[in-house]
């Protein structure tokens, strides 16, 4: 079974699209995971991976999630009102898995088959390496304007987001 994929240039900003897409045209099941360690690392720390910037580094999301893990301070990278409510232990397991789902190459990312029993404790979980486009970001400015209205809907499709008031 083939499948074929077709992304916008534009999309590559949008922080979910995985390296070797980006870069090389490849595509596997390990790009999903990719695109599932964004996420884990956005709902922890309340930021988008798309547009974010350290204050500190050049660093989008992901840098950031990375520098907190290899200066032993990941519990930093928890949104303020997650803080609140969270049991530590299990969200830096998230980060965790979060991270090794974002690496580079991937052929060290998990399958998505073992990603539940990481996340539920069922499975050590090895070392991460570093992730794949940790440096810089992407902001719609940096995309020509002519092309700006691709770059949310590269599929032609509606998406309408809902913001608590």
Not at 102 to 109: H, L
């Amino acid at each position: 079974m083939q499948v074929f994929m077709s992304y916008s240039e534009n999309y590559t900003c949008s922080g979910y699209m995985p390296p070797e897409y980006a870069v090389h045209g490849h595509y596997s099941v390990k790009s999903d995971v990719f695109g599932f360690g964004v996420i884990v690392l956005e709902i922890i720390s309340g930021k988008k991976n798309r547009g974010y910037s350290d204050p500190e580094h050049s660093l989008n999301l992901l840098g950031h999630a990375w520098r907190l893990w290899t200066e032993d301070r990941p519990l930093e990278l928890i949104d303020t009102h997650l803080r609140e409510v969270c049991i530590p232990f299990e969200v830096l397991r998230c980060i965790h898995v979060g991270l090794l789902c974002v690496q580079q190459k991937p052929g060290d990312r998990p399958d998505m088959s073992s990603v539940i029993p990481m996340l539920n404790g069922e499975k050590l979980l090895p070392q991460p390496k570093a992730p794949g486009f940790y440096t810089g970001m992407c902001t719609p400015e940096s995309v020509s304007p002519s092309r700006t209205s691709n770059l949310f809907s590269p599929n032609e499709m509606s998406l309408t987001i809902f913001e608590a008031r």
